[in-house]
Every structure is written in structure tokens, then in C-alpha cells.
């Protein structure tokens, strides 16, 4: 894992969670995304309305600092599953880059389900 970037004034850290929120973010700006999919606690973040939370997304960096990211995604009916990934695996590829400096490896993303809305559904 990359520890850290030392500069005249110190280190600097950037922890996993912060990377894992900012592909929550650029996830959640895609036309299309109904949520992060995941585990039990993204569910429960969603009950709250947390909806911006990264609880099922990892970060890992392999051998060479290079930064792994797994997004699991629920996606809306109707919009097309493999456009919708693609934006969004640009977006967070572009927002974790401009952000951070770090260089991505892989971005997974994992269309776990497709869902719905009853609120925009029309009658």
C-alpha cells in the first residue's frame, strides 16, 4: 500500500476511506446509478438517507501502489447496464486522478442489481 508522499513539511496520508468516498461520489453523479449496492451497512446508510455512503466499495493497491477499486452498483430500469458502468468507471477514474495523483489500475464495477423507483414512476 502506498504509505505515504513526504514533503518539506511532513507526510502525507490519504487513507483508503478517502478514496472509497470519492469513487461513492463520482458513482453516485452517473445518470442512471440508483445506489452502491453492497452489503448490509450500505443498506442500512440507504434507510437513513446516506445515499452518498462507500460502505460496499474497496480499495486495494496492488504491488506497485497502483490503486484497485471494486464498486458494487445498483443501476435503474431501463438505462443501458454496460454505458452506465463505463461512465462510471471514467468518472471515478478522472475524480480519484484529478484528486489525489494516484494512478488507477483497475475499476470494477459490480451491476449487482436493477431497480424501480416507484417515485418516478408514472401511473
Same mark, same amino acid.
Given at each position: ?9 511532513? %507526510? ?6 478517502? +478514496? ?16 452502491? !449496492? !453492497? =452489503? ?11 445515499? !452518498?455512503?462507500?460502505? !460496499? ?5 496492488? %504491488? ?7 464498486? &458494487?452498483?445498483? +443501476? ?5 447496464? &454496460? =454505458?452506465?458502468?463505463?461512465?462510471? *468507471? ?5 475524480? +480519484? ?8 489500475? =483497475?475499476? =470494477?464495477?459490480?451491476? *449487482?442489481?436493477?431497480?424501480?423507483? &416507484? ?5
Amino acid at each position: 500500500m502506498k504509505d505515504s508522499t513526504i514533503t518539506d513539511l511532513g %507526510k502525507i496520508r490519504i487513507h483508503k476511506k478517502v +478514496i472509497a468516498s470519492i469513487a461513492s461520489i463520482a458513482t453516485c453523479e452517473i445518470n442512471g446509478v440508483e445506489r452502491i !449496492g !453492497g =452489503d448490509l451497512k450500505s443498506g442500512l446508510y440507504d434507510l437513513i438517507g446516506k445515499k !452518498g455512503n462507500s460502505a !460496499g466499495i474497496t480499495v486495494e493497491f496492488d %504491488k506497485n501502489d497502483d490503486v484497485i477499486i471494486n464498486v &458494487p452498483v445498483i +443501476i435503474k430500469y431501463g438505462h443501458n447496464l &454496460p =454505458d452506465v458502468a463505463a461512465k462510471i *468507471q471514467e468518472n471515478i477514474r478522472i475524480s +480519484i486522478e484529478k484528486m489525489t495523483d494516484l494512478t488507477i489500475k =483497475d475499476i =470494477d464495477v459490480d451491476i *449487482q442489481s436493477v431497480e424501480k423507483n &416507484p417515485e418516478t414512476e408514472t401511473r
